[in-house]
Each structure stands twice: as C-alpha cells, then as structure tokens.
C-alpha cells in the first residue's frame, strides 16, 4: 500500500471514529429529551443507568485511545519534523477533547436525570409512543 493511501486511509478512521461518538452522544441525548417512554425506562430499570453510564464511559475512553494511537501512527509513518510533528499532534489531541466533551453529554444527562429519586415503573406503562 502507498504510504499517502495509508495515511488517507487512517486519518478516515480518526474522523469516523470522532464523528461516530458525536453522532452517538447527540442521539441519545435527543432520544432522552423527546422519547417521554425510553426517558422513564432510563429512570426505572435498576441497571440501565448504571449501563449507559458505563457503555459511554469505556467507548470514549477506547475511542481516544484509538485516536491517539492513529496519531502517532500517521506521524511516524510521516516521518514529521518538530514544528509539523507539533501541530499534528495538537489537531489529534483536539479530536481526543472532543470525544470527551462530547461523551460528557449523555453520561452528565444520565447522572442527573436517569438517577432521578422520583422513579415510578407504573407511569412508564402509561406513557403512550414510544
């Protein structure tokens, strides 16, 4: 493979990785805000919570490793000087902080809402759509 192919070819993965847990933190955050019955579920199921939390948590913390691994990979493939070297890896650090401030959303919502002490598993069978 052609090295300017290869170093295509990951930084697609860095930005697929990047744009995947944005998409996936502002779906569940709309879904949270505007599905009234996946909303009260969230509240009401005892691990679920506690799940999401998790499952946002680890994916992040994959998803960054991931990118900085991809990072290092294009600059030593690059073979970078200092000051390109130094901008590269600032522009990777960037995608690192916005997978975190992106992950933050749906692990913050859970946390002060999902954990909420008003549970009541009877009103998420009356609550009609879903």
């Known amino acids: 493979m052609q090295t300017d192919k290869l170093i295509e070819l990951l930084e697609k993965y860095s930005n697929a990785i990047l744009g995947f847990i944005v998409l996936q933190s502002v779906a569940f955050?709309?879904?949270?805000?505007?599905?009234?019955?996946?909303?009260?579920?969230?509240?009401?199921?005892?691990?679920?919570?506690?799940?999401?939390?998790?499952?946002?948590?680890?994916?992040?913390?994959?998803?960054?490793?991931?990118?900085?691994?991809?990072?290092r990979t294009i600059r030593r493939v690059l073979k970078l000087e200092q000051p390109a070297s130094n901008i590269f890896r600032l522009v990777y650090w960037a995608k690192s902080v916005t997978i975190v401030l992106f992950a933050v959303i749906p692990i913050f919502t859970i946390a002060m809402y999902g954990a909420s002490s008003a549970k009541d598993p009877q009103r998420c069978e009356a609550v009609k759509g879903g």
């Open 29 to 71: 955050a709309f879904t949270y805000g505007t599905n009234a019955r996946f909303s009260c579920l969230v509240k009401n199921e005892p691990w679920l919570a506690p799940g999401l939390i998790a499952h946002f948590f680890l994916s992040s913390l994959l998803a960054c490793v991931a990118i900085v691994f991809l990072g």
